[in-house]
């Protein structure tokens, strides 16, 4: 289940199932979280991040240093503007490989009132693709009654994003080059990205990078499961976005990248023929009840399977 989760932060976890938000995910429960769950290396390969110097220093203090140990503290502020309907949007970098439908990297966008991340995967920081990704959002938004009003964004796709907006009776803020404080969406990346990396650092050892882009549903709802909504701070962010607590009933989840067997219809195989076909577990198809997305080898092609059968042993890299 940790996995299934991405393996976030033990005390990510553990906050969300005390606040309710995992109160539907079966074994998910503080008692069970506090009584059973080890740590992950896939979740410090997604967090680590480097001690700062100075810290629990060896260096022996002299007479004309103070005796007493000081320590300087840097702050910094993605700073948020708190106008209703404020989102902030901005693209990754390139991920290591491409996908095999052509993607390179995300745009990640970030709606500030439900606190929600969004991530999109595209092919390109060009105009075409990033304003499509855009609106994708846009509509996403819209439809679950939070219109988005006010845009801070970079430079790229600087002119479509600004007629869109306006024909929307909304506007645009452009953060200047290289500053990352202003866009809120750096954070909501860095976020995102970490999730992520600890999702692919669980996958299978041969399972084909080229597919990461199909693990991008569940990434996103597994993240948003845990972040607290900034309107109502009971509710997770995903339930505040679509309305209700995660269907895990309808929609199960399984570690992503994970080797499966479904079943083969008796339509296309042979009498004797197996009866299951090796695939790769990719996500949930949510408009389908009870049923996942799988990379078939045999076909090299996504196939929606409601019957299969995932191995109960989790994916442990040996690094």
């Not at 052509?102 to 991340?117: C, E, T």
């Not at 959002?137 to 430079?155: E, M, Y």
């Not at 929307?168 to 992520?196: C, L, M, S, W, Y």
């Amino acid at each position: 289940m940790h996995q299934s989760f991405f393996c976030p932060p033990i005390q990510t976890l553990l906050r969300a199932a005390n606040l309710g938000f995992l109160s539907n995910i079966p074994f998910l429960t503080p008692e069970l979280i506090h009584k059973h769950l080890t740590k992950s290396p896939a979740t410090a390969k997604g967090r680590l991040k480097l001690r700062p110097s100075g810290h629990h220093s060896t260096r022996r203090t002299t007479a004309q240093q103070p005796s007493c140990n000081t320590t300087e503290i840097f702050c910094f502020a993605a700073l948020a503007d708190k106008c209703q309907g404020t989102f902030y949007t901005d693209c990754t970098g390139n991920l290591p490989a491409r996908a095999l439908e052509g993607q390179q990297l995300f745009f990640v966008a970030y709606a500030y009132d439900p606190n929600y991340i969004f991530a999109v995967p595209i092919n390109s920081t060009s105009n075409s693709d990033i304003i499509a990704a855009f609106k994708t959002v846009f509509n996403i938004l819209t439809s679950k009654g939070f219109k988005p009003r006010f845009n801070v964004t970079d430079n790229q796709a600087a002119a479509p994003i600004k007629d869109f907006m306006h024909q929307q009776n909304g506007t645009v803020q452009f953060v200047e080059p290289n500053n990352h404080r202003v866009n809120a969406a750096e954070r909501a990346i860095q976020t995102f990205k970490n999730h992520f990396i600890s999702g692919l650092c669980t996958t299978d050892k041969n399972f084909p990078l080229q597919l990461w882009n199909h693990l991008t549903e569940q990434a996103t709802i597994t993240c948003n499961l845990l972040r607290r909504s900034r309107i109502n701070p009971d509710i997770s962010a995903y339930e505040q976005l679509h309305g209700h607590k995660y269907n895990w009933n309808a929609h199960p989840l399984a570690p992503p990248g994970t080797r499966a067997v479904i079943h083969s219809s008796t339509l296309t195989r042979t009498s004797w023929g197996p009866r299951g076909i090796d695939a790769w577990y990719c996500g949930p198809s949510l408009d389908q009840y009870r049923c996942n997305n799988f990379y078939v080898l045999e076909t090299r092609a996504m196939h929606i399977a409601g019957t299969f059968d995932i191995p109960c042993t989790p994916n442990i890299h040996p690094s």
